[in-house]
């Protein structure tokens, strides 16, 4: 059977999700043994003795970079910095399904953040998706709720920190190698964590948790990989929802790793935020069909 490139970048995108969400249980599965300052500069360090093989295997190892990228790539830097952080903070002490269906969010919140500074346009049907994500947001976070665990805050800083990441990465110019900028990121997560561990006592590591820090190291690189190539395959409107699939691996690996099961109220906030989500990648695959059909009418009446 010949598979399409839609086919090829669905396989790629679930892939990149299981990966994460395997690093994510990876990481989660150390929490409590090991320092996370120490945790994330191993991490760090494995990471970028491999991503920098990566590159320099994809050539991609260059310092001529336009001047304006330079410093996105910081602010890129300094958001990743955030997010690893809050997010591992937040996993250290959440339901992994709990803290993955906040982090559904983030197409909502990049689409939000780039209308309100970048002035990119967003018709009301999309403003309403956003709004009703977030009321799912707000069933899984619930605060004031009993039970209310305050490391829910530590995601939605996690979900912001993502969303600069994500939008300073929008802004790099084509030129920059994208290999380039997870190396130049890897280390210096590695460098500020590192740092940020020294003051600490480090505890010794045994097979099993080195173990489990070289596979976290090796899927989050599948990640990164995955998610490069998903982008250069397949149409982004057909592709993306398969970003969702992230879901459905951490409620399995929750419950089959920790013993968790998200409480039917959390559940519905998840089915909201996907919903929304997915309602938004429609509108994008309809509003984009109807841009194409406009250019070939016009192509026509000037033949």
Known sequence: ?????????????????????????????????????????????????????????????????????????????????????????????????????????????????AALVFKEPIGWRRLLAILTGFIGVLLIVRPGAEGFNSYSLYTLAAVAFVTLRDLSTRKLSRETPSMLVTLATSVAVMVVFGLASLPREWVAMDLRAGALTFGASFMIIGGYLFSVMVMRVGEISFVAPFRYTGLIWALVLGWLAFGEWPDPITLLGAAIVVGSGMFMLYREAQLGLATRRAQRFRGQRER
Do not use: C, H
Request: net charge positive; aromatic share 8%.
């Open 1 to 113: 059977m010949v598979r399409s490139d839609n086919l090829t970048g669905a396989l790629l995108m679930m892939a990149s999700m299981a990966a994460f969400t395997l690093n994510d249980t990876m990481m989660k599965m150390l929490a409590g043994e090991i320092p996370l300052f120490q945790l994330l500069f191993l991490r760090g360090v494995i990471t970028s003795v491999l991503v920098a093989l990566v590159a320099w295997r994809m050539n991609a190892l260059t310092l001529r970079l336009p001047k304006r990228d330079l410093k996105f790539i910081g602010l890129r830097t300094v958001a990743e910095i955030g997010a690893a952080y809050f997010f591992l903070t937040a996993l250290f002490n959440m339901p992994l399904a709990n803290v993955t269906a906040i982090l559904q969010a983030l197409p909502l919140t990049i689409t939000l953040t």
